[in-house]
């Protein structure tokens, strides 16, 4: 228990909290996006279902995030998976929802909470395992304390998106906005891209419009579709 008294241990337990605070909005934010269309008894239980499947991916990716990130082209299909999700997250709830199994929205929910989480995640783990300089007690407390942070931050969203629809533009164009600057740190693309402050900022900037743009487009195409769509009598 010696590691008790020692400053450097909470010092690296502080930067590992304060580093779960700065990045668990990311993750809230998806988990509120994916959630806001399923009914009030199923967002508690597709929230902690896909923090749980995060969780479980971030301890696995704690052992490999090292060489994940030196493979190339890896980040570029991650970027990419992110820019569809933030847009797929943009869309309103079908009309015919109410004829898909209840099941369907809540599993595929939490589908899109795992899989955005695993793409963002990397640089999170890699962050937090930085600070807990290889103490393996540090790094199980920054996922332990990331839980509770996730799970109130995504239920605090949800309720903003509930109050505000429109902030779900926002939280898309976050999307994007991560999806840009993971693009361009791509190990294979890092050659071809000039050394300018400007690179990162501008990729991200590009990310997050391309998502609030083609939102908006797909969600323009639905409503004409289904103006045109004829009224059935009965």
């Known amino acids: 228990m010696e590691w008790l008294m020692q400053p450097e241990f909470w010092m690296a337990l502080a930067q590992i909290i304060a580093i779960d605070i700065l990045?668990?909005?990311?993750?809230?934010?998806?988990?509120?996006?994916?959630?806001?269309?399923?009914?009030?008894?199923?967002r508690r239980?597709?929230?902690?279902?896909?923090v749980a499947g995060a969780i479980v991916l971030r301890?696995?990716?704690?052992?490999?995030a090292l060489q994940l990130l030196a493979l190339p082209f890896l980040k570029l299909a991650g970027a990419l998976m992110l820019l569809w999700i933030g847009i797929k997250l943009l869309?309103?709830?079908?009309?015919?929802?109410?004829?898909v199994a209840a099941g369907a929205g809540f599993?595929?929910?939490?589908?899109?909470?795992?899989?955005?989480?695993?793409?963002?995640?990397?640089?999170?783990?890699?962050?937090?395992?930085?600070?807990?300089?290889?103490n393996l007690l540090l790094v199980s407390l920054g996922v332990l304390i990331s839980i509770p942070?996730?799970?109130w931050g995504s239920q605090f969203v949800l309720r903003l998106l509930d109050r505000y629809p429109q902030v779900v533009l926002l939280g898309g164009?976050?999307?994007?906005?991560?999806a840009g600057g993971m693009l361009v740190t791509d190990v294979a693309l890092a050659s071809w891209l000039p050394e300018s402050a400007w690179v990162h900022p501008l990729a991200s900037a590009t990310g997050a419009t391309l998502v609030?743009?083609?939102?908006?487009?797909?969600?323009?195409?639905?409503r004409l579709a289904g103006a045109s769509r004829p009224e059935v009598h009965s």
């Open 91 to 99: 869309q309103p709830e079908p009309e015919e929802a109410h004829k």
């Open 107 to 134: 599993f595929s929910a939490i589908k899109t909470i795992v899989i955005a989480d695993a793409v963002m995640s990397l640089d999170n783990v890699l962050a937090v395992a930085g600070a807990a300089g290889g």
């Open 149 to 151: 942070i996730i799970v």
């Open 173 to 178: 164009g976050l999307l994007g906005w991560i």
């Open 212 to 222: 609030i743009a083609g939102g908006l487009l797909l969600n323009r195409r639905q």
């Open 59 to 64: 301890i696995l990716l704690l052992f490999f």
């Open 45 to 50: 239980r597709a929230i902690f279902g896909g």
């Open 23 to 42: 990045l668990g909005g990311d993750n809230a934010v998806v988990i509120a996006l994916a959630c806001r269309h399923l009914p009030e008894p199923q």
